[in-house]
């Protein structure tokens, strides 16, 4: 039998608060897809990280081909000939297709060693027709789609001549045909002995091309079990594996009036069929995997993503999101989910990024900064901001803090109707706990509240009903007394599927 490709003993790892991996052993076999699951924050990207070079283990050990390796940066990894398909677009916008395959490994000609652009050119676009896509590879890539984008990208690492490649969530944004182009294309990698890893939480995917499964729960190796052997039930199951009945405390009250409904909306962006309502005092949260449509429909609720046909009404009325501008005016405020890039200035003091939302209204002529003064020192307090004064550096406050700085800045506003997306990722169990306080509190004052979370027992232990979405549509409609993890995922996952 031939020996591991690579083996992973023990590795752990720590984060401020949080404990990202605990003892875990992983293997991979030439020629073998590995399949690699959990929910979003099981661990799966802390280890690929690990295995990418991009972060060093607090403990454990790393042997490629049976010889110890010490993996301190990416360049490493990709020396051994580990390379990764991440799930974020990695390519360089301006640069053309064939410059961002051939990104620092260009081919080069004579003498004078001149880029050799005509041979990259034809390299580039046999990779490309591999898996059907005839494009001009002389364009730079921002003129193609995200899922050309996607495929650029697999094409660039197979150019690499990897002996390992793991790949999270490649099929996210991809079409059905060229799923199943990628698809032939790591039946052909096996073949050639390649291991592959794969990151997935579409579990048709996993059982139609994975050997093996490992599944991983907050931090910890559950199980490794030959797909064969091993249902999509019992999969889920053993993701979720937890009550989480005790660790929220959310304070229902009875609902008051409709705040805001969506009546058979289509947006621009795909989303389509769109169904659901949210009233004064709830917490309603909105599941799905990555992709899935969640952050689209809160972008359609600011005019970002423009709604096609149908109708959203908004405190009884229809309403017409022209900009996020105009329905800030009008009560609806987001809490976005990429904190340090859409919702603070890392640079600024905590008191101004508190004050950013209002600031316009801090005097006609001159700025008023004793009342920035006044609202800053107001929400410190409120949401228990800690950080040694008001004029503190954004950059130097926790993640946690940072996020409470982006919730106070939202309060601010004194809006009806808010939009909190992933509000607790990234931060400690101390701060998430006294968030949920301020959402509880919040919906208790008449707020309506759609969160959207990957993390399911924050929406089982928050939200007083749950919309889950698949594949850019509302799968099903959860009240909070028949909600569980196990029910929810299914629908997350595919599983299951009703007519909303």
């Not at 190796?221 to 989480?244: C, F, N, P, W, Y």
Request: aromatic residues 6%; charged residues 25%.
């Amino acid at each position: 039998m031939d020996k591991p490709i690579m083996e992973v003993f023990n590795i752990g790892m720590v984060f401020p608060g949080v404990v990202a991996l605990s003892d875990v052993s992983f293997d991979l076999y030439p020629g073998e897809v590995h399949a690699l699951v959990g929910e979003n924050g099981a661990g799966k990207s802390t280890l690929i990280k690990i295995l990418l070079g991009a972060y060093l283990p607090a403990h454990g050990r790393i042997f490629f081909n049976s010889a110890e390796v010490h993996l301190k940066t990416p360049f490493d990894a990709s020396r051994l000939g580990i390379e990764g398909v991440h799930q974020e677009l990695m390519l360089v916008p301006w640069l053309s297709v064939n410059q961002n395959i051939f990104l620092n490994r260009e081919i080069k000609t004579g003498r004078l060693k001149i880029f050799d652009h005509k041979k990259m050119g034809e390299t580039s676009k046999k990779l490309l027709n591999d898996f059907g896509v005839d494009i001009n590879v002389e364009k730079p890539v921002k003129n193609y789609a995200p899922s050309i984008w996607k495929m650029i990208d697999i094409a660039r690492v197979i150019n690499l001549n990897p002996r390992v490649v793991i790949f999270d969530e490649p099929t996210a944004i991809l079409t059905d045909k060229e799923v199943s182009s990628l698809f032939m294309k790591i039946q052909e990698l096996k073949k050639q002995g390649i291991g592959i890893i794969y990151i997935s939480h579409r579990l048709e995917e996993i059982r139609r091309i994975a050997d093996r499964v490992t599944i991983l729960r907050d931090g910890h190796k559950i199980i490794t079990e030959q797909v064969a052997g091993i249902s999509d039930d019992e999969i889920v199951k053993l993701m979720v594996g937890r009550d989480v009945s005790s660790y929220y405390s959310r304070n229902a009250v009875p609902p008051k009036e409709e705040l805001v409904s969506f009546v058979d909306v289509n947006l621009q962006k795909g989303q389509k069929n769109l169904n659901f309502n949210i009233h004064r005092g709830e917490i309603i949260g909105l599941a799905g995997l990555v992709g899935s449509g969640r952050t689209e429909i809160a972008q359609a609720m600011l005019g970002i993503n423009k709604i096609l046909s149908g109708a959203m009404y908004y405190k009884g009325r229809v309403c017409h999101p022209h900009s996020p501008a105009y329905m800030i005016k009008r009560g609806v405020v987001m809490v976005p989910e990429d904190r340090k890039h859409l919702g603070l200035i890392l640079s600024f003091s905590v008191a101004v990024n508190i004050v950013l939302s209002v600031m316009h209204l801090l005097g006609k002529f001159f700025y008023n900064s004793a009342e920035e003064k006044k609202h800053s020192d107001e929400m410190i307090k409120k949401l228990s901001i800690k950080t040694p004064t008001r004029n503190q550096i954004m950059s130097n406050l926790s993640g946690g803090n940072q996020q409470k700085t982006v919730i106070a800045k939202s309060l601010l506003t004194n809006s009806d109707f808010l939009i909190l997306d992933e509000p607790t990722v990234g931060v400690d169990v101390g701060a998430k706990e006294e968030i949920h306080i301020f959402m509880d509190k919040l919906a208790a004052d008449g707020k309506g509240i759609l969160m959207i979370s990957s993390d399911l027992p924050e929406i089982i232990g928050m939200c007083d009903r749950v919309y889950v979405m698949y594949e850019g549509e509302i799968v099903k409609h959860f009240a909070r007394a028949d909600l569980s993890e196990e029910k929810v995922a299914a629908y997350m996952l595919g599983i299951k599927r009703d007519e909303i």
